[in-house]
């Protein structure tokens, strides 16, 4: 049996497991990406790849597959897409045509800064397996790993932080604590910042005010159970 013959087999029982009933002609959506993928899987084979070489194609289709740049971005070999002017302080914002999860910024003393919206996530401290992404958050990554030109974005930094709410007026939180990052290669660096949610925006404060709204947001889910019951 040839390597494309098993591929085939292999399919097709997938495709048999996923919709036992499909009629022939009949479109299924499990089915298509498990066929898509076999024809992607002959087209390498026919391309004479030997493992090695099979393993390099395999990574360079992934990094297009997740519009991940293959070389490094430079500003000789990019365009830049203007977005908006901040209202803060009249700054420019331009997205990358290569990688549209990176920015630039135009500061109004020429100031150039970049960003990509991919280079953290957080996870919860009591929730690591829900990710998501926080403008507060991404300010202080930028802060700490400034992203300067050539730029080949890697793995992205790990985001512990950690959020209650203090007043049910404020929504789903209203204190964040920033914890510390872990970088791709394991190394965990303590950030220890605190906000809380203020008029317009969140404020920093300290260890011993985020420790008191924590005892105020154990209070008010005790009040809410006894409540309940």
């Known amino acids: 049996m040839s390597l494309v013959d098993w591929a085939e087999r292999e399919v097709a029982l997938a495709c048999k497991r996923e919709n036992p009933d499909r009629k022939e002609g009949e479109f299924d959506y499990g089915c298509a990406c498990y066929e898509s993928a076999l024809k992607a899987f002959k087209s390498l084979c026919e391309d004479g790849h030997s493992g090695f070489s099979i393993s390099m194609t395999k990574h360079i289709l992934n990094q297009l597959i997740d519009k991940r740049p293959l070389t490094p971005i430079r500003e000789d070999n990019v365009d830049w897409r203007f977005c908006y002017t901040k209202d803060d302080d009249g700054s420019s914002v331009y997205r990358c045509d290569r990688m549209s999860s990176l920015f630039k910024t135009i500061h109004p003393d020429g100031t150039v800064t970049y960003s990509d ?16 992404h926080s403008w507060l958050v991404a300010r202080i990554i930028e802060e700490m790993f400034p992203i300067t030109m050539p730029y080949l974005p890697g793995n992205p930094v790990k985001v512990v932080c950690e959020d209650f709410l203090t007043d049910p007026r404020n929504g789903a939180f209203d204190t964040r604590g920033i914890l510390y990052a872990v970088k791709p290669d394991g190394e965990k660096i303590q950030i220890a910042r605190y906000f809380k949610k203020a008029e317009c925006d ?3 404060i300290s260890v011993d005010e985020y420790e008191e709204r924590r005892k105020m947001a154990m209070r008010r889910m005790t009040v809410n159970e006894n409540t309940d019951e």
């Open 202 to 204: 969140f404020v920093e």
């Open 117 to 132: 919206n991919n280079s953290y996530y957080c996870v919860d401290v009591g929730n690591p397996n829900a990710s998501y």
